[in-house]
């Protein structure tokens, strides 16, 4: 700000000179001219008789010229222009009739030139050019143009110095980006970039910060996946081999070899089931859902259809109602495997002769599924985990039971990436109500 107001008070003091300047000089080219006004002719008598009169004008040079441009007068003592043409544009556009003034500044001199036609009944008979050389005002004006260069030097220097800390902090930090991210890309993600303040860099090294934060999250829990699923996978693996080395080895009867071979086959059945829980969990991550209307009325009659034998081996009543309407613009094989995992649960932890109660309700906007049994219940300390992959309240039960512990984490997943919600909760009377609600889309109907 001061930097320019000091260039611009430096332009108007020399815009000042100038016209101060140009007022002086063409105010005496003004007198001379119209000293000879009423005179018929100009010559070098009646010219003298008017420098007489005028006295020292005080400049550096006055001509008067005819109306050719030939000099009639000059002051200069030293070769005097008289008799010849003064081939000065200030001289031509005078004798054209215009009162003109120039201003030039060079070396510290500041040269004015003003030039004036002398008229007779409306026509220039020749003109008085005036020359001024002032060193004094050309002085002011040399300290005022070393001024600015010196504060345009100044402020350079400034901005090149800013500049190149400028650059040379970017580039640290940008390094240190760059740093960061290449330990990332080796796995090391310890080193966070230290932020501060709230400029583009820390807002950046924010977002980096976070992104780190979140593959690491995503690399250990992919790390715990495998190991989970390779111990899930390791245990039928081992009662396997130790059943059939066992029939490879011993001397046994038919029976007994019958029994084995039965529990192979069953440990081959809980492999295949652990294999397609672990599919539809790569599924729900990766594949994109198509959405479809879905009755939900009829989503549960198939998983009633798949179940209600399983239910029956152990007499378990599994009963359900139904409201109408209940539409749900979805992903159909979403809702059948939520729906299937939820009652497979009820009947499995349920007590033989037990009930499952499975309820579809349209609440306000939404479809509410309830799923309740009289079964075992889950403890209260085990609820905030039930939804966690390989969670399983009571391992024995559920490895009997078939269970692997993914099936509700599976739920989990889907019910939100469906836009729903799960909760669990004790019946009063024993056993466990799980609620899954999701946003109603009703269908209209033709009337
Ligand atoms: P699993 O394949 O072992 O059934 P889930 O993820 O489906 O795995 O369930 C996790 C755990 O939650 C189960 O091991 C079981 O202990 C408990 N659980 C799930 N549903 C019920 C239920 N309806 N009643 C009682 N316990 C349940």
């Known amino acids: 700000m001061l930097v320019f107001l000091n260039v611009y008070s430096a332009t108007t003091t020399r815009q000042a000179i100038y016209h101060g300047k140009a007022a002086t000089l063409q105010d005496k080219a003004q007198l001379v001219t119209s000293s000879f006004s009423g005179m018929e002719a100009l010559n070098a008598e009646n010219i003298n008789q008017v420098i007489t009169v005028l006295g020292d004008l005080n400049v550096s040079r006055l001509v008067i010229t005819d109306g050719e441009g030939r000099a009639l007068y000059d002051s200069l003592t030293q070769r005097p222009a008289v008799g010849q043409f003064v081939l000065l544009r200030e001289v031509t556009e005078a004798l054209a009739g215009q009162d003109v003034f120039y201003c030039s500044y060079a070396g510290g001199q500041l040269l004015s030139q003003a030039a004036a036609p002398i008229m007779l009944y409306g026509n220039p008979i020749g003109c008085v050019y005036i020359a001024d050389v002032d060193r004094d005002q050309g002085g002011v004006i040399q300290a005022l143009e070393s001024n600015i260069m010196r504060i345009s030097f100044g402020v350079e220097a400034v901005l090149v110095v800013f500049s190149v800390l400028f650059a040379l902090n970017t580039s640290r930090k940008m390094r240190k980006i760059i740093l960061s991210m290449q330990n990332a890309r080796e796995g090391e993600y310890s080193r966070k970039l230290q932020v501060h303040g709230t400029d583009e860099y820390a807002a950046l090294a924010k977002e980096f910060n976070k992104l780190t934060d979140r593959l690491q999250i995503s690399e250990q829990a992919q790390r715990q996946f495998v190991s989970d699923a390779s111990h899930e ?101 979403d809702m059948y495997q939520i729906i299937f995992n939820l009652v497979e649960n009820a009947i499995k932890y349920n007590n033989d002769g037990g009930l499952v109660y499975v309820c579809l309700r349209r609440q306000e906007d939404d479809v509410v599924v309830t799923v309740e049994d009289t079964g075992v219940g889950v403890p209260e300390d085990a609820v905030p985990h039930i939804f966690e992959r390989f969670y399983r309240v009571d391992k024995a039960r559920s490895r009997q039971a078939g269970g692997s512990g993914l099936g509700l984490s599976i739920v989990h997943e889907l019910v939100q990436r469906n836009y729903g919600e799960i909760s669990v909760e004790p019946r009063e009377q024993g056993g466990t109500c799980f609620t899954v609600r999701f946003p109603r889309f009703d269908v209209e109907v033709e009337p």
């Open 233 to 333: 996978l390791k245990t039928p693996l081992a009662s396997i081999k130790l059943l059939s080395d066992s029939i490879l080895q011993n001397e046994m009867d038919a029976d007994t070899m019958r029994e084995f071979v039965a529990d192979i086959g069953s440990e081959a059945d809980r492999l295949t089931r652990l294999a397609q829980k672990l599919l539809a969990i790569s599924r729900a991550e990766s594949v994109k859902p198509e959405h479809e209307v879905v009755d939900l009325a009829q989503t549960i009659g198939k998983v009633y259809k798949m179940l209600v034998s399983l239910a029956d081996e152990r007499e378990i009543r599994l009963t359900c109602a139904m409201d109408k309407g209940c539409t749900v613009m979805t992903v159909e094989d």
